[in-house]
Structure formats: structure tokens, C-alpha cells
């Protein structure tokens, strides 16, 4: 195929040259070429290798349809799959073909093109099937992924996108002719309105063909941009270019992706691209139509064009991709190609029709018959012929007599679609056309109105009425533009989608789906073996399940079908049409929440003393906590565990609490407030006293626990679990909102206002004295469970005296501002006392050897306080709280309820594991009753063997019995069910 | 994805609201008697309905304030939406798009692309 360049047109500028290499090979472009057009100027026509037959494949189209044309762009983290026809060549840039192997001209994988009377549909369900289902995964799959595909996923890939949020009146998607006139009609009017067009330059089909000879007596291009320019001036219209609408969602939400480096390489660390998520009380679509291909032997040849596709590079980058093709069409749409080659001084080689000549519009006869272009009437063309390029066509005329026509490119038209993508993804419903064989839209379930070519109107006559009575649900000008057409017909289309081919062969290929390389063969066979609903056949044969969902060919697909079912292609009916439009990126989608910024990670005060020693952290919710402290590189967690866990028991630990929930509690009615959340109740509790308290879901299980400071009966202080915080208070708001609306009651976050150090250890009293020595920290003047405040050095700090590891315990709740000062002045004071930092691994161990619980790791939802042995902590006097009732639910009073025990290993030797089932046989046979699971496990070095928290049914009866524990070899290890206490039962530590 | 009109704030973007279930489900007084079956329907049981629905919302990232809307389940489409202390408005105020027996709205159940 020879091409040859045009006049220089306003979209490609033919003195500024640009290199680029494709395969290796340095080619140059001109500005505002695409790669296909680019490598069409060089006369490239062959650039890529199909799918499953790999199969040599051309540029077939010059747009976002494209089927054939996907190349690997290597100079932008190696992207695949991209669109020769749409993305734009820049100086340097660096473009590989895709699936061939060694080379694009001689592919190994063509081999397969000789097996391919076996690669029929369903090939691949019937053949790998055994002999054993490993072969699947260690076999065949790998093989097959080799052999079949398109692009290699890039390595790594960087690009950096940014989400926009609109909220406007109406969205006119579509900048062409229709979507220019519905704009200007809103021009200055009181309407917010986003016009979105695919490409950088406004206009469609004005710039794409020569269909239009004038606009309100001016010339195409002059109306064009005088109309932009008109547009651009209102206020109330925002244009976005290069964007394309993907999805088309629920309550008229689009989205929408905008190329950033159209015609440049991407900078890194620059956004590259940006969504947009438009919210619009109208849509108007104005996406106009895609031509479609036909069927006949080798229609996938590379030289095969459609034709509008031609005439576009020809209009839109001054480029002929051939001196003289031949054109075979169905219908008018073809007609001006016919006269744009002929008005560039070129001519086809031949016209082909399968329409008969009274058919053919006059003004086509006429001009083809002025300039001696060959015709053939009520004619098909056979099959197209050559080694990796089109170099004949076979074409039946009307008498029957077979023509042979050597030709270097074939420009086809089977017809023209609306675009309705979009349409459907909004639910709109489709409805046939038996006229102009396509489904147009008929019912829109949202507010959406479709115009022009994109509604089904292929003519221009009733143009300004259209518009006129589509858009007079607003308040906007009327139009009355005069249009005038170069070849003034009416869209007419004889019905044909496939031309069996002259020789019936094994290995004569009719394409219906260039991308996934399905033959009309294969939908033949897959109605003969029942797969005759669409969805089914879509899936059985992969036809339109490529890329680029078969935008050209999936009408003629359901034409074919209804023809064999012998149903109307209504009843025949269209698979659904599913966002998004184009493939769309999922750093695209994912904007900038990714890396760092995927989930925000929350830091307590002291995180920058956690850093410079040793902390290895732990991800409690969003919460970075230390896990354990490292003293030296060489230290294993396990021995990190130990030391710290040792060194609270022995002499003093401290841990860094600020990552508790903290919710102050205010107002007239607290009080009440908190006995209907708490099970608990706070009534008879002093000022400055402090409880343990549980809080249950309406279901009675245990949701979460944590410490109620109680100020006074106006004024409470709660802390929550870590991961519990923000649920608590969303259940206290909810609660306080509708169903207890008389009480007067505020709550609110504190918990990143105050640093939390909890401080334990036999040892604690002495540091503590030393750190705050103004205060008397004796059992008598500050008991167990109080709690006081004090100023320190001018700042307000409370101290609670709890403990979570069964030690003698302080928690010092300080302003977070102050805090990391006053941690490392304990830090130091704390030194000759043996005060090391403890983490949550080692505090985990600590309570655990207590039987303190950890709501969401010993309970699940499923828990009772009654199962975890906690009944003491239900306010029984009170009248209602958060779950009462159901306490005395039949289920919850049941007696076989997985209840809360401890699990020591009969052999103190054995090691134990978290999940662990607990059972009553030694030997495991399926089926085998299981009573329960290991919630919590640890070693003890205080204890000198595993020890475990397990709820196990009727676990409360089963104290001081044997079970077995199952391993996930099989085997069994001997358990002892004892007290879920295992150190200091009578708390004579904690009260010390 | 849905605009809300929180009654405090304005219309926001639903991802700054959490979906609350029912709406006017009451809560059983504590300080009574209440029988097993009244308690657990209290609970457990609530109404899906295909169509017209109550439905408590709260404006999470927003004003933390809760409210109640009625909600078209088939379309997603959240007709009115009333502060807690407002009266529930009438049902038969609003058209459903639900029809059809089936229950599925004659357009837009994603089912088909093409009229039957």
C-alpha cells in the first residue's frame, strides 16, 4: 500500500518532523499524527499479529474502534494495548508491534493460522480438560498464555492521576456537529453545561469528511471556529478535550477520563491523566455513529480499511493511505469517500455495490461514471488475497461471473451504527431499525437525550427540529441553521452481512471479531451446539469480548445470528453493554489514593521515639503501633517478646496508649445516658473513680470494652478499643440522636488531644513518684480504678490508676502536644528503676496470662458477657441498656454457648496455636464434633510453657477436664481446660 | 453513586453519608415487659422492599447528624429526605417506577437492552 500525503490541513503541520521508532526502526511523522497515520505515511501497513492465529493484521480503522492496530508503547512504562489510531506520536517516542515472536514479519506463533481448523469455539473447554486437573494450572495454562494475548503487562508503571468532581446542569457529550449546535443553543443561557469531546479538536464530522458543503452559507471550517469560538466565550459552558466519557452510571453519573499528554511524553511525577466524576441533571449524547465492517474470506487483511475510517485520514491528517482503493459497500455511506478522493485528484480503483443500480444514489452514478471509475452492481466481493498485505480481491458481479482486481487496499462499509454504548449503560432500551438495520435508542430510563447520528437521524434534514423539540425542556434560543451537503443523499443500506467465500476450505477464515479472532465459522458451530442465546454464544465464542468490545462488528454478529435462528434481530436482542467504553487505567481510577496516601496512617505523639528506638511496628485500624522493641539487630521477635513481657513483671514497662479510643461524654442527662450504653452501671460510682465496663450490640454480644472515667454525673470520659473508636461514638451518636432525643447528652472525640502512657510494673510506684514528685501515690491516697488530675509543669495531665497487664498500673493521659517531653523524661528518671518500653505483642502476652480479654480477637460477635464469664459487670437492677433483653433470648440463655476458658497443654512441653480446634478424641475421623477454638496464644517465660484463651462449647462446665487440640497435620496434642487465669488469681499484684 | 440532601447541610456526595436500614423502626421500652418475638422482630427483622422505602441515613463526614429519607430501592433515587422529628411523608406521594408483577421497573433493570 503506497500512500500519499495531502494538502497541510490545520491538524497536522507538514514542516514540523518527528522521529519515532516502531520495532526498532527510526520513522518520521509529522505533528498531529497519530501512530497509525504516522506509520501509514511510511507506507507501514503491517503492525501487529492477531490474537489466536496470529494472524498478520493492519490499521483497519481512525478511531477509538479500532480492532487491529494495538501496539506496546515501550517509552511510557512500556503501556500495552494502546490504540495506534488515537494516540499521538511525540519526538523520541519508542512504539513495539505485540504478540509476534522473533519478529512481526516472520512469527513463529503463525503456525498456529495452519492448526486452526481445530482452534474452532470452545476449543479450549473441550480439549484441556484432563488427564488430571494439575495440568490445567502447571501445563496448559502457561502454554497457552505464551502462545495467545496481545501486549506484555508493563513492569512498573508510575502514573500519576487526579480525580475532579463536577456538579452541572447538562453534560453534552460530543463535540460534533450536534453536540456543537445543542451547545450554542445553551450559549449565555442560565444553565451550568460541560461539552466533553474524545479529541483535541471540536467538530466530528466537519473535520473527519467532506459530507458537509456549508454551514450557514460559510464554509465548514470558518463556522466551526466562529461556533468554538462563540462557545468558549460563555460563561456558563466548560469544554473539556482530549476526555473521554467511559461510564454512564445510576442518577445521570458519568465519569470520564482526561489525556493529559496528548502529542508528549508523560513527565514523571507530573498527573498524567485526570477522572473526572461529573454529576449532570441532563445528559445530552452526541457521540454520533460507528461504521461497521463486513464479512467475507480474509476480510482481516492488512490494506482493508473502512471506509469513512479512509476518508478521515484523508480530511483530518492530509493523508492518503492509498492512491487507488477499491471501495465495496452496502449503503451511502461510502458515497462521500467516493468524492473526497475525487475532489484530492485521486480516483478508486473500483466501486463495488451490493446494491443494484436503481439503488445507487444518482448524484454516486454520476460522479463515478464523469471520472470512468469501474462499477459493479448488485456485486460482493469473495475474498481478498495477498502474503501479508491485501494484493487481489475476488468480486462476484451480477451475472455471476467472478472478477479478479489487483488492488493495494480495500475500503469497506457494511453500514453505520448509532454509538449507544452509553445509551445502554445509562438502561436505556434499544430498539431495531429495519430500515436502517441497526438498533437505535428508543426508551432512556434517565434523563438523557439523544441527537444526530448518536439518536439514529443518519440524515440532516430535520436537523434544527430535532434539536429544537428535543431540548424544549429548557429555556434556550431556538436554532435555525442552514446546512448544505457535497453529496446530498438519504442513508439508505441494503441488507448484508457476510459473503460466503468461493472455495469451501478448512482454513477460509470469515472474521467476525478481528481482536479475538472469531470466524462466522465459529458462531455457526456454536449455534449448532445449542449456544443460541447471545450472552451464551458472546461467551462460548469470545465474539466482541476484546478490548474494544466489538465496536465494529457486533451488529453484524447479531445480523448473522437472527439469520440463522431465523428470529428478528429484536428478538434476537443485544448482549449488554458494559462500562467502561474504552479500557481505562486503574491508576486512573485509583487517583492519588494510592502508595501513601492509599489509606491514612495515623501516628501517635511519640512515634518519632518509636523510630529511633527499635520500634517495629504493627498496623492496629490506621494506628501505627509499636509491635515490640528491638535492642539490637540480632534480637527475634520472640526474644523482644519475652524481654519486655519479663521486665513489666519484674520490675517496670511502659507502653504507648495513645492510639485508645477517647470519647468525653457531657451534658445534663450523661449520666443516664452512659447506664443505657454501658452494661454497667455508673449510678452508685464515686467522682474520680473509674470501671471497666463492656458495651453490647442490641443482639447482646459484646462489642466493645474499655475504661469510663467518672467525673461527675454531667461529665464522663470513655476509652475504647484502638480499632473500636470510631464505631463507639457512631453508635453513642446514634443512640443519642433517634432513640433517645430527650436526653441531653454531647459526646465528641479526644482521642488524638491526649497522649495515653501506660506505665506497669512493681516498680511503677517509684518511678511515678520521681516523675511527678508533687503527688502521693500511696494505695490509700490514690486506690485502684481512680483516677486524678493534676497540673505538671504548667501542663493539665490525668492520671488513672488501671492496669492491663495485671501489674500495678498508671495511665497518664497528657495533651498530645506535651507528650513526647514528658515520655522521655520518664524515659530517663525511669532508668535506674528498669523501665523499659513495652509493645503490643508483649501486652498482648501480659493480659492474656490475666484472662483479659480482647473484644474482636477472643470474641467475634458471637460472645456474650455471660460466655466470658463477666455476668459482674451486668447492671442487673438497671431497667434497659444497649442489649438487655436479648441476654435472656433463648439463645443467649442456652447452656452449650461457646463460653471463655484457658488451655494449657497437658504436656507443658507441647507448643500451642491460635485456631486451633479444640476436640474430645485423640484420633481425628471425619466427622468429628468440634467444640470450639484457640482465640489467643502465647509462650509465657513467666509461666515456662504455651498457654491459651479458647472459647469452647459449654467451656464454663468443662474446667478441670482433658480435650485434644488439633494440629494441622492431623494429629492431636493433649489439653488441660482450666480458669482463663493463669498469674496472680487473687489480683494481690494489681491492688499492691 | 448518589447526591444526598442532608436536611442540615445541603445536598453532598453519598460518600460522605452512611446507609442507617430502616427508618421509624422503634425501639421497645426497656423499662417494660417485652415478649421474645416482640424483641427479636425489634432486632433482626426489617423490610426489603423492591420500591418505596423508609431509610435512616447519617451524614458521617458532614454534620454527624442523622435523618430519614424515602429511598425507590429499584432506581436508587432518594425522593425526599426529613429530619428525624418530622412527620414520615405518604407513601402514595411518590410514583414508583416499580410496575411490572415481577417487581422489576419496565425500563432499567439491566437485565435486557432490548424492549420485549
Redesign the interface.
Known amino acids: 500500500m503506497k500512500s500519499i500525503n495531502l494538502k497541510e490541513n490545520q491538524f497536522i503541520q507538514f514542516h514540523q518532523k518527528i522521529s519515532f521508532k516502531f520495532d526498532g526502526v527510526k520513522y518520521f511523522g509529522y505533528k498531529g499524527d497519530t501512530i497509525a497515520s504516522a506509520l501509514l505515511r511510511n507506507n507501514i501497513n503491517l503492525v501487529g499479529r492477531s490474537f489466536k492465529y496470529h494472524r498478520p493484521r493492519g490499521i483497519y480503522t481512525c478511531g477509538i474502534e479500532e480492532p487491529n492496530a494495538l501496539v506496546q508503547i515501550i517509552s511510557e512504562y512500556s503501556e500495552p494495548n494502546t490504540r495506534a489510531t488515537i494516540k499521538k506520536i511525540y519526538e523520541g517516542m519508542e512504539i513495539e508491534s505485540q504478540n509476534r515472536w522473533p519478529s512481526l514479519e516472520n512469527d513463529f506463533g503463525s503456525i498456529n493460522n495452519l492448526f486452526s481448523p481445530i482452534f474452532t469455539a470452545g476449543f479450549y473447554y473441550k480439549t484441556f480438560m484432563g488427564p488430571h486437573k494439575k495440568f490445567w494450572k502447571n501445563l496448559y495454562e502457561p502454554l497457552i498464555r505464551r502462545a495467545a494475548g496481545l501486549g506484555k503487562p508493563p513492569k512498573d508503571f508510575k502514573g500519576i492521576s487526579n480525580h475532579i468532581?463536577h456538579?452541572v446542569d447538562v453534560t453534552i457529550i460530543g463535540g460534533g456537529l450536534n453536540g456543537l449546535l445543542a451547545a450554542k443553543s445553551f450559549i449565555n443561557s442560565n444553565y451550568d453545561v460541560l461539552l466533553i469531546d474524545f479529541e483535541e479538536q471540536l467538530g466530528g464530522i466537519i473535520n473527519n469528511s467532506n459530507k458537509i458543503s456549508l454551514i450557514d452559507n460559510t464554509e465548514p471550517k470558518n463556522w466551526l471556529k466562529e461556533t468554538i469560538q462563540e462557545i468558549e466565550d460563555s460563561k456558563n459552558i466548560k469544554i473539556l478535550k482530549n476526555t473521554l466519557v467511559t461510564t454512564y452510571?445510576?442518577?445521570n453519573?458519568l465519569i470520564a477520563i482526561e489525556d493529559r499528554f496528548v502529542g508528549s511524553k508523560p513527565i514523571e511525577g507530573k498527573v498524567n491523566s485526570t477522572l473526572h466524576?461529573i454529576?449532570t441533571g441532563h445528559t445530552i449524547l452526541c457521540n454520533g455513529h460507528i461504521e461497521r465492517f463486513l464479512s467475507f474470506q480474509n476480510n482481516d487483511l492488512p490494506g482493508i480499511m473502512l471506509s469513512s475510517s479512509f476518508e478521515k485520514y484523508m480530511c483530518r491528517y492530509g493523508l492518503a493511505p492509498s492512491k487507488e482503493p477499491v471501495i465495496f459497500s452496502n449503503n451511502s455511506n461510502s458515497n462521500s469517500l467516493v468524492y473526497s478522493l475525487i475532489k484530492a485528484g485521486l480516483k478508486p480503483k473500483a466501486y463495488i455495490d451490493s446494491r443494484s443500480g436503481e439503488e445507487i444514489e444518482p448524484n454516486l452514478f454520476d460522479l463515478i461514471r464523469k471520472n470512468d471509475v469501474p462499477l459493479y452492481t448488485n456485486s460482493q466481493i469473495k475474498g481478498a488475497f495477498g502474503n501479508k498485505k491485501i494484493e487481489k480481491i475476488l468480486v462476484e458481479d451480477s451475472s455471476g461471473a467472478l472478477n479478479e482486481i489487483k488492488c493495494d487496499c480495500l475500503c469497506l462499509s457494511g453500514g453505520i451504527n448509532p454509538d449507544v454504548h452509553l445509551f445502554?449503560q445509562s438502561?436505556?432500551?434499544?430498539?431495531?431499525d429495519e430500515k436502517d438495520l441497526t438498533?437505535k435508542p428508543?426508551?432512556?430510563?434517565?434523563p438523557t437525550i439523544t441527537l444526530g447520528s448518536a439518536s439514529g437521524q443518519f440524515n440532516f434534514d430535520n436537523l434544527n427540529s430535532d434539536i429544537n423539540e428535543k431540548l424544549k425542556t429548557f429555556k434556550v434560543k431556538k436554532l435555525d441553521v442552514k446546512l448544505e451537503l457535497n453529496t446530498n443523499t438519504k442513508y439508505n443500506i441494503e441488507k448484508l452481512w457476510e459473503v460466503s467465500p468461493q472455495k469451501k476450505s478448512l482454513w477460509a477464515k470469515s472474521f467476525i471479531d478481528l481482536q479475538n479472532d472469531v470466524t462466522t465459522k465459529d458462531i455457526r458451530q456454536a449455534i449448532t451446539e445449542g449456544f443460541d442465546r447471545i450472552e451464551h454464544l458472546k461467551r462460548y465464542t469470545t465474539n466482541s469480548m476484546g478490548t474494544d468490545q466489538g465496536k465494529i462488528s457486533s451488529i453484524n454478529a447479531l445480523g448473522i445470528v437472527s439469520d440463522l435462528l431465523d428470529k428478528k434481530v429484536?428478538e434476537v436482542?443485544?448482549?449488554?453493554?458494559r462500562p467502561p467504553y474504552a479500557p481505562l487505567s486503574f491508576s486512573a481510577i485509583a487517583g492519588r489514593n494510592c502508595y501513601e496516601f492509599y489509606d491514612p496512617e495515623r501516628k501517635s505523639p511519640i512515634h518519632s521515639w518509636h523510630l529511633k528506638n527499635g520500634a517495629i511496628f504493627e498496623d492496629v485500624g490506621q494506628w501505627k503501633r509499636p509491635w515490640y522493641f528491638q535492642i539490637n539487630k540480632d534480637e527475634s521477635m520472640h526474644d523482644a517478646v519475652q524481654r519486655e513481657s519479663k521486665n513489666v513483671r519484674e520490675n517496670a514497662g511502659i507502653l504507648d496508649g495513645s492510639t485508645l479510643g477517647k470519647i468525653e461524654i457531657k451534658g445534663e442527662d450523661a449520666l443516664e445516658f452512659m447506664n443505657l450504653i454501658y452494661t454497667n452501671s455508673f449510678t452508685k460510682m464515686k467522682q474520680g473513680s473509674a470501671r471497666y465496663a463492656l458495651m453490647l450490640g442490641?443482639?447482646g454480644m459484646v462489642k466493645d470494652d474499655g475504661i469510663i472515667c467518672k467525673i461527675s454525673d454531667q461529665h464522663f470520659i470513655a476509652t475504647t478499643t484502638t480499632g473500636g473508636a470510631a464505631t463507639v461514638l457512631?453508635c453513642m451518636?446514634?443512640y443519642a440522636?433517634?432513640?433517645w432525643?430527650n436526653l441531653k447528652v454531647f459526646m465528641n472525640s479526644i482521642t488524638e488531644q491526649y497522649a495515653t502512657f501506660n506505665i506497669s510494673g512493681p516498680n511503677t510506684r517509684e518511678i511515678m513518684k520521681k516523675a511527678f514528685p508533687n503527688i502521693n501515690f500511696s494505695n490509700e491516697e490514690f486506690p485502684f480504678m481512680t483516677f486524678q488530675f493534676h497540673e505538671f509543669n504548667g501542663v493539665p495531665i490525668r492520671i488513672l490508676r488501671a492496669s492491663f497487664t495485671g501489674e500495678l498500673g498508671y495511665e497518664i493521659y497528657i495533651p498530645s502536644n506535651s507528650a513526647l517531653k514528658i515520655w522521655d523524661n520518664i524515659q530517663s528518671l525511669g532508668k535506674e528503676f528498669g523501665l523499659a518500653p513495652y509493645g503490643t505483642e508483649a501486652m498482648h502476652l501480659l493480659r492474656a496470662e490475666k484472662g483479659y480479654i480482647i473484644v474482636g480477637q477472643d470474641t467475634d460477635g458471637s460472645i456474650t458477657p455471660i460466655d466470658l464469664g463477666l455476668s459482674w459487670m451486668i447492671g442487673k437492677s438497671k431497667?434497659?441498656?444497649l442489649g438487655?433483653?436479648?441476654l435472656t433470648?433463648?439463645d443467649t440463655i442456652r447452656e452449650d454457648r461457646k463460653q471463655l476458658v484457658g488451655i494449657i497443654p497437658s504436656n507443658k512441653a507441647d507448643k500451642l496455636e491460635e485456631g486451633q480446634h479444640i476436640i474430645l478424641d485423640k484420633e481425628i475421623k471425619s466427622p468429628i464434633p468440634m467444640l470450639g477454638h484457640i482465640t489467643s496464644c502465647y509462650y509465657s517465660s513467666t509461666l515456662g510453657h504455651d498457654f491459651a484463651l479458647a472459647v469452647i462449647k459449654n467451656g464454663h462446665s468443662m474446667i478441670g477436664t482433658k480435650a485434644y487440640a488439633s494440629t494441622s497435620s492431623m494429629s492431636t496434642t493433649g489439653v488441660d481446660i482450666v480458669k482463663p487465669v493463669f498469674y496472680d488469681e487473687d489480683n494481690k499484684r494489681l491492688v499492691s | 453513586?448518589?447526591?444526598i440532601n442532608c436536611p442540615y447541610c445541603g445536598p453532598r456526595?453519598q460518600s460522605e453519608f452512611?446507609n442507617?436500614g430502616e427508618a421509624h423502626v422503634k425501639?421497645?421500652?426497656?423499662?417494660k415487659e417485652?415478649g421474645?418475638r416482640e424483641?427479636?422482630e425489634?432486632?433482626?427483622i426489617r423490610a426489603n422492599p423492591k420500591g418505596l422505602f423508609y431509610e435512616?441515613w447519617?451524614h458521617?463526614h458532614g454534620c454527624?447528624?442523622?435523618f430519614n429519607c424515602v429511598r425507590d430501592t429499584s432506581?436508587?433515587?432518594i425522593l425526599v429526605t426529613y429530619k428525624?422529628?418530622e412527620k414520615k411523608p405518604n407513601l402514595n406521594n411518590f410514583k414508583s417506577v416499580v410496575k411490572t408483577p415481577s417487581g422489576e421497573p419496565e425500563?432499567?433493570?439491566?437485565?435486557?437492552?432490548?424492549?420485549k
Open positions: 468532581h456538579n452510571n445510576y442518577i453519573h466524576k454529576r445502554t438502561k436505556g432500551l434499544l430498539d431495531w438498533y428508543s426508551k432512556p430510563f434517565q429484536n436482542g443485544t448482549t449488554i453493554y442490641e443482639d457512631g451518636e446514634e440522636q433517634t432513640e432525643p431497667k434497659d441498656f438487655k433483653r436479648s433470648r433463648s | 453513586m448518589l447526591i456526595d452512611s442507617g425501639r421497645p421500652d426497656g423499662s417485652i421474645d424483641w427479636g425489634y432486632v433482626f435512616r447519617v458521617t454527624r447528624k442523622w432506581t436508587d433515587e428525624l422529628d425500563v432499567g433493570s439491566g437485565n435486557f437492552t432490548v424492549e
